[in-house]
T-cell receptor, first 116, second 113 residues
């Protein structure tokens, strides 16, 4: 138990569906991240939120839409996905210090997404 | 840009064997280096880290030394257990405290009894 929870753990959706992934951290951190983990590829950073502001969008297609309503919650809204978007989506959080010093990232268990 | 290269898996060992997983990196300056472990069905957990050259990170019997001269951070354990079966990821964070972690592709380790 890392203090980062993700729901749902598994999701199957059609290409025309709209769904959302949820992440919640109970660690008091101020930065949150979405990663995509595909088979045989390095872990890919998708989005970074620092103090609820998006600080990085790693050239992610617009069919993925993040939302960070507060420093404890992070969502990933999904619409009109493609089969190649099937992957494990991992959320992480960390504490970013006032001088920009970043501490380790804590990961959730992930959501296994299958797009049919 | 920054990158991490780690040995291709999978790696299969017998219990009590010696483990080495190689990791080399490309980055400017002095990045921070990490090993993360992912057990089946779980997210990544930090295993150990080193933030400057010649530092040795250690945890649960695993060790890795930050070698600037060879740009390496190889993971070692003297005697593996079945419970060490997992996927191991080498990662770096660029100098300056960037939020971004760059990961290697991961190495799957299976330890047989």
């Amino acid at each position: 138990e890392t203090g980062v929870t993700q729901t749902p753990r598994h999701l199957v959706m059609g290409m025309t569906n709209k769904k959302s992934l949820k992440c919640e951290q109970h660690l008091g951190h101020n930065a949150m991240y979405w990663y995509k983990q595909s088979a045989k590829k390095p872990l890919e950073l998708m989005f970074v939120y620092n103090f609820k502001e998006q600080t990085e969008n790693n050239s992610v297609p617009s069919r993925f839409s993040p939302e960070c309503p507060n420093s404890s919650h992070l969502f990933l809204h999904l619409h009109t996905l493609q089969p190649e978007d099937s992957a494990l989506y991992l959320c992480a959080s960390s504490q970013v210090g006032a001088a920009g010093a970043v501490h380790e990232q804590f990961f959730g268990p992930g959501t296994r997404l299958t797009v049919l | 840009g920054d990158s991490v290269t780690q040995m291709e898996g999978p790696v299969t060992l017998s219990e009590e064997a010696f483990l080495t997983i190689n990791c080399t990196y490309t980055a400017t300056g002095y990045p921070s280096l990490f090993w993360y472990v992912q057990y089946p069905g779980e997210g990544l957990q930090l295993l150990l880290k080193a933030t400057k050259a010649d530092d040795k990170g250690s945890n649960k019997g695993f060790e890795a030394t930050y070698r600037k001269e060879t740009t390496s951070f190889h993971l070692e354990k003297g005697s593996v257990q079945v419970s060490d079966s997992a996927v191991y990821f080498c990662a770096l964070r660029g100098q300056g405290g960037s939020e971004k972690l760059v990961f290697g592709k991961g190495t799957k380790l299976t330890v047989n009894p």
